[in-house]
């Protein structure tokens, strides 16, 4: 029985929430220390994950909670209502089901916008978040993102895609529509993959061929989680400094891993971002894109061990 008790834990589990089902899971021992997983989108998924870093991550000493959000991924619930209080309140649940007191978050890209909100809603609940490919700026990040690719049209000469950018440059830039089109661009020139992955890197990229979980998920997007955002909560037009310069007054610490590999930022923003929280508060990673905990795994694992100690 001690053996049990003391062994690293699985457990999958399913909350039912306003009648409809949250798809938890997590890793290692309950009596660890807490971090809660919080994903991108918004209309994505924990699966990535869920199937490469938590368990490594849990091997390290934590109890580590993954989760897809309500109307997102597994959590399937056709009412789902795609707010930010609808967000925190299953998260809350998520605290009382696993008697967490101050966990850190650990929130990837929306998942970083998400973390912050909840931090600043509920300051005395957080220990510290840790913004993992977030955005601060919303806009700041579709302007990069058209000023990139442009550049790299022109260097081709690519007038097809050359004429998109323009129209791009016509459009509302708080649209939906307009987000769409510069993530579609940003995807179509490898802005989310690292441009010479590490062997650990490509070991862990070759699971997304072969795991099931990975097959099934790691690539599906739902279209009613950044409608419902943006409908609701206009996210193509959030700024986060000024929230986050509130948590510090409240004294949770605010931490950043990003890769100069992730075409979604400039390395300017990530200054800013840096100058924000602190330069011993980030890492910015070479040969690492969007995704840091597949890119660079063992620093990303080291950074957060040295950050919740």
């Known amino acids: ?21 949250i798809y938890t899971k997590t890793f290692g021992n309950i009596n660890d220390k807490p971090i809660i997983f919080l ?3 918004p209309g994505y998924n924990c699966a990535g994950f869920e199937a490469t870093t938590a368990q490594q991550l849990a091997d390290k000493g934590f109890f580590v909670i993954v989760y897809d959000r309500r109307g ?12 930010f209080k609808e967000t925190f309140d299953d998260i809350n649940d998520i605290y009382q089901k696993y008697n967490l007191t101050k966990p850190t978050l650990i929130g990837h890209s929306f998942g970083g916008v998400v973390a912050t909100l909840f931090a600043e809603t509920y300051p005395k609940k957080v220990q510290s978040i840790i913004l993992v490919g977030a955005p601060v700026s919303l806009q700041s990040t579709f302007k990069n993102i058209l000023s990139k690719t442009k550049s790299i049209y022109q260097a081709k000469k690519d007038s097809v895609n050359l004429k998109y950018i323009s129209m791009l440059e016509t459009m509302d830039t708080v649209s939906i529509e307009y987000s769409s089109y510069c993530f579609g661009h940003a995807m179509k020139n490898g802005f989310y993959t690292p ?29 009613e989680g950044p409608q419902g955002f943006w409908k609701n909560e206009k996210y ?14 409240q004294n949770i610490k605010i931490y950043g891993l990003y890769g100069k590999d992730d075409g ?28 840091v905990f597949v890119d660079q795994q063992t620093e990303f694992i080291d950074a957060i061990k040295v950050w919740t100690k």
């Open 72 to 83: 997102e991924g597994r959590s399937i619930d056709p009412n789902a209502k795609f707010t």
């Open 39 to 41: 994903h991108g989108g």
């Open 264 to 291: 979604l930022y400039s390395a300017q923003q990530v200054t800013d971002l840096q100058n924000l929280i602190g330069s011993s508060n980030i890492k910015y990673f070479d040969n690492c894109s969007h995704s």
């Open 236 to 249: 193509t037009t959030i700024n986060l400094t000024k929230n986050l310069q509130s948590i510090q007054k």
């Open 195 to 223: 441009k010479n992955p590490s062997v650990e890197a490509k070991n862990i990229y070759s699971k997304f061929r072969t795991d099931t979980l990975l097959t099934k998920y790691a690539s599906r997007m739902s279209y």
């Open 1 to 21: 029985m001690k053996t049990i008790i003391t062994s690293t834990i699985f457990v999958l589990t399913t909350m039912f929430t306003y009648g409809q089902s």
